[in-house]
């Protein structure tokens, strides 16, 4: 290995050849010691330095260990190994290497992949550029000079354009916060930092405080050692049978076939590991046909089987609550103490959202008398004291403790550097109320700077082999392209980074993950932010988005160089995740486009696909009926909550364009409807175009609130709590039925809720431009709807567009609802802004990322929950305000 001030000749500098320099010299004005300066030789650095001498990049390597192999060489604890199986968990980038390792065991040892990464090192001669036993302890970006200026723990300065923390996301031990921890006078390990010599527990008494991975996995090896072992465990985890061995012969095959298709799908895949994906979620088959499939996820073991058994684990409490249950059972029936075997069964978060465990014969290591579990949940510890554990209850004597309490992860070992961007800006401090990222790779203040799998990348919901090299190649790739265009730094910009934090949050919400005290939240380190941080998008998703970031000429990036800058700015992601999946899901079914139907073949189209819909919430009753409209009679389909009555009662009128739907089909909408707003939900319909055309539609909602108000007591209402509601079509029908019945003194009407309505034809609004194609409702289908329903003459008539009434004063309080993605959501906005003007109370909420049809769609987007709690909520506050009569 070769020494910083050991190098001699000229280094390049982006491309530039520039003075070597050492010590001092490192600081004259714009002299690099180096291109690139890496921090940890675990898979990521490695992989780096690789990839770095290969565009002709100088670069220097700081490892605090006296080894590579980042966390493989401090986690040496007994019994430590992956938990993605190693012909997975290993690196892709080199055929013969691939070709070459053969690991043992399906989930290798901790020093089979020790000694796979020294192979590697050695392979591709890597060792000469790593600085071992030295820590990098600050590192300051020197604004005049574009460069990066590093201090390490021997006090030596270095100098460099760019700056790589490859430092893993698991490698910051987080510190004990248990009382007494120093004085305790007998043995004291961390799983985290485990001596390489071993430990002997023979004849020790032991204590192991945690049950997360690194005890479950240490805890039956630990076991056979010992004379007496007392475990205490907060939280009771998930852990599935490892199911160790040699590979299975179905993997090795799949793998050996095609070896460069299989690392292709890996990439391409959710998390890094080729697997099926499950079609159906586990509340849509049979409990036996459930319970078969995980029974076999049990009996094959891991993660990815488990966890894949269906779709939707992560994001229907119900359907986890079926696996976490059935997981709970086997605990019950492998631990034979039932006051153990309850404690160990995890009841306070769902299955998958802290990081599940896989062992090896873990819970039946609790049938060993000498073995012990603490809950302490109902018998915390107090103090650590010198001969042991002091819980509320009991005094433990040890000879020997165990820290496996875990990481401060994912952003630990980044800020644990004092690193200093920008006019003085310090991460630590840019990221005290949680990390703020662009791709989970870089962050605004800090140019040059890269985190290979970051936080805000999909790092530890991944196999982390997968994304480092990703990551890895996208970085290198990005620094090979500025040094050709003569760039000297690259920052994000505030708009990317404030919008890929928001798009990371939005994927978390709508999964189970944020229900959990994970460190996936930040929330095992006391004051640390509760900020979910990986991204939970998955792995191949992730990828084209980097992809597309380099294709849209680094959208989101600032790139500076001499005589040019460029700024692309943007934010790569806008819509709801949930929302752009069903898009996806949508586009690849290849559906002809509504307009190109006839109205029979349209109708029936959207029959069949509401037949496949899941029905949205129990209420306490339904009813169908009928009601006399403006001409003939028509259908209505009555939701009645489970609580008791007499309840107010809203009209709804449904969407579809005045052409499509009836009475029953926006039922999972109405169901939630009433179930969250505790009112009769009443869905009227109305007469459709083309076959009765403008204006039978708000003549019949006008007749059907009249009728409703008739006989509200009868329908078992409370007369004089009447609202209204409606979407799209069926909001304007809504709105136009308000002034209708305010010019007719008509039933009083205590409020309208107006999901993203029709409220003028006649305006060319710039959201029908923006959002013309693409989401659903298109401008050529709004047409269709338009020229089916009203002549053009019709269509500035305040009956077809209620925006266009020369007055709109006294009108009944409105919740208006628009989408970002609608091409009606300016006309929506433009209603609730006259409103506003005529003194109406209203509210507008204008749901982010949203599109025309997804608000509706309460079986499928959790995303827009919150507009439809918003509804309810409103139509509370309107009956709660109203009088009745
Ligand atoms: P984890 O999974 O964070 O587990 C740490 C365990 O230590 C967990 O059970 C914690 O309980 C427990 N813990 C932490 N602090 C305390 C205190 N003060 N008192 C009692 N118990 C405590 O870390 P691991 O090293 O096991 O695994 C990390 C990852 O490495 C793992 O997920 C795999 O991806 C590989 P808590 O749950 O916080 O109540």
Not at 2 to 22: F, P, Q, W
Not at 141 to 154: A, H, I, M, Y
Not at 823 to 846: C, F
Request: aromatic share 8%; with cysteine; charged share 20%.
């Amino acid at each position: 290995m070769k020494s910083l001030a050991e190098h001699e000749g000229t280094m390049t500098n982006g491309g530039i050849d520039v003075a070597n320099s050492n010590g001092n010299e490192s600081n004259l004005p714009g002299a690099t010691d180096v291109d690139v300066v890496v921090v940890g030789a675990g898979f990521a650095g490695l992989y780096l330095l690789h990839r770095l001498r290969g565009l002709g990049m100088s670069a220097q390597c700081f490892e605090t260990a006296a080894g590579v192999g980042g966390t493989w060489y401090w986690n040496r604890y007994p019994g430590a190994r992956c938990d993605v199986e190693s012909i997975d968990y290993s690196y892709s980038f080199d055929a013969e290497l691939d070709e070459e390792w053969r690991w043992s065991e399906r989930y290798a040892t901790q020093p089979e992949i020790l000694s796979y990464l020294e192979h590697v090192a050695g392979r591709f001669d890597l060792l000469q550029d790593i600085r071992f036993s030295t820590r990098v302890e600050a590192a300051t970006w020197d604004d005049e000079q574009s460069l990066w200026r590093l201090r390490t723990d021997v006090g030596e300065d270095v100098a460099c354009r760019h700056y790589v923390m490859a430092t893993g996301c698991l490698s910051q031990p987080k510190t004990s916060e248990i009382e007494g921890h120093g004085r305790f006078g007998g043995e004291i390990y961390f799983t985290s930092r485990w001596p390489h010599e071993g430990v002997d527990f023979s004849g020790k008494r032991v204590g192991v405080i945690g049950t997360g991975s690194s005890a479950i996995q240490s805890i039956p090896v630990i076991a056979k050692q010992s004379k007496e072992l007392t475990v205490f465990q907060r939280t009771p985890n998930f852990s599935i049978p490892a199911r160790n061995g040699p590979d299975t012969a179905e993997k090795r095959a799949a793998a050996d076939r095609d070896r460069a298709a299989y690392r292709e799908q890996a990439r391409r895949s959710r998390a890094g590991v080729p697997v099926e994906v499950a079609e159906s979620g586990a509340m849509m088959v049979s409990e036996e046909e459930r319970n078969e499939r995980f029974e076999k996820a049990w009996s094959v073991g891991g993660l990815f089987a488990t966890i894949g058994a269906f779709n939707d684990m992560l994001v229907n409490l119900t359907s986890n609550e079926t696996l976490a249950e059935f997981i709970r059972d086997k605990i019950r029936g492998i631990v034979k103490d039932p006051v153990t075997a309850e404690a160990l069964c995890p009841t306070n978060h769902p299955f998958g959202t802290k990081r599940p465990c896989l062992d090896d014969n873990y819970y039946d290591t609790y049938n060993q008398p000498h073995v012990k579990l603490v809950d302490l949940l109902k018998d915390p510890i107090q103090t650590i004291t010198e001969t042991g554990i002091d819980t509320a209850a009991v005094s433990h004597t040890f000879f020997t403790i165990v820290f496996a309490t875990g990481f401060d992860a994912m952003t630990g070992a980044i800020v644990s550097v004092d690193i200093t961007g920008r006019k003085g800006l310090r991460l630590a401090d840019k990221w005290a109320e949680g990390p703020k990222t662009y791709l989970g790779l870089t962050t605004v203040g800090f140019p040059n700077f890269f985190a290979i799998t970051g936080p805000g990348s999909p790092s530890v919901l991944s196999n982390m082999a997968v994304s480092i090299e990703q990551h890895v190649d996208w970085v290198c790739d990005l620094l090979g392209d500025l040094c050709k265009r003569g760039v000297d730094t690259i920052e994000p910009t505030e708009m990317a980074e404030a919008g890929w934090v928001q798009h990371v949050n939005d994927y978390a919400d709508i999964t189970l993950y944020p229900r959990a005290n994970s460190w996936y939240m930040g929330a095992n380190v006391p004051g640390k932010a509760r900020v979910f941080l990986p991204y939970v998008g998955g792995v191949g998703n992730y990828r084209a988005i980097c992809e597309e970031v380099v294709e849209k000429d680094y959208l989101g990036f600032t790139l500076d160089g001499e005589g040019q800058r460029q700024c692309n700015d943007g934010i790569i992601r806008r819509l709801q995740p949930d929302v752009a999946i069903m898009l996806g899901v949508m586009a690849s079914m290849d559906l002809p486009p509504l307009e190109s139907l006839s109205v029979g073949e349209a109708r029936a189209f959207i029959a069949e696909t509401q037949k496949q819909r899941a029905p949205g919430p129990d209420v306490g009753e339904i009813v169908d009926g009928q009601f006399p409209g403006a001409t003939r009679d028509l259908d209505y389909r009555l939701y009645r909550p489970a609580s008791p009555g007499p309840h107010p009662i809203v009209a709804y009128f449904h969407g579809g364009g005045w052409v499509l739907g009836g009475a029953a089909s926006d039922d999972p909408l109405c169901r939630d409807l009433c179930v969250q707003s505790d009112a009769i939900i009443i869905s009227m319909d109305y007469r459709h175009a083309p076959e009765e055309r403008f204006p039978a539609a708000p003549d019949d909602g006008y007749a059907a609130v009249q009728w409703i108000a008739d006989r509200a007591e009868s329908l078992g209402g409370v007369p004089g709590q009447l609202a209204v509601t409606g979407w799209s079509a069926g909001a304007n029908v809504a709105a136009v039925v308000c002034q209708t019945s305010r010019d007719s003194q008509g039933p009083a009407i205590a409020g309208q809720v107006l999901l993203t309505p029709v409220t003028d034809a006649t305006k060319a609004l710039s959201s029908k431009a923006e959002n013309a194609e693409g989401y659903v409702l298109t401008s050529t289908l709004m047409d269709w709807f338009w020229d089916h329903y009203a002549d053009p003459i019709d269509r500035a008539n305040p009956k077809a567009s209620p925006l266009r009434a020369a007055d709109l004063s006294e009108l009944p309080p409105a919740l208006v609802v628009t989408c970002e993605f609608d091409p009606l959501r300016d006309e929506g906005a433009a209603y609730a802004d006259a409103l506003t003007a005529a003194g109406v109370d209203v509210e507008h909420l204008s749901a982010r990322g949203q599109i025309h049809t997804s608000i509706p769609a309460v079986d499928m987007l959790r995303s827009g929950a919150y507009a439809r709690q918003a509804m309810a909520t409103a139509l509370k506050q309107f009956f709660a305000t109203s009088v009745s009569v």
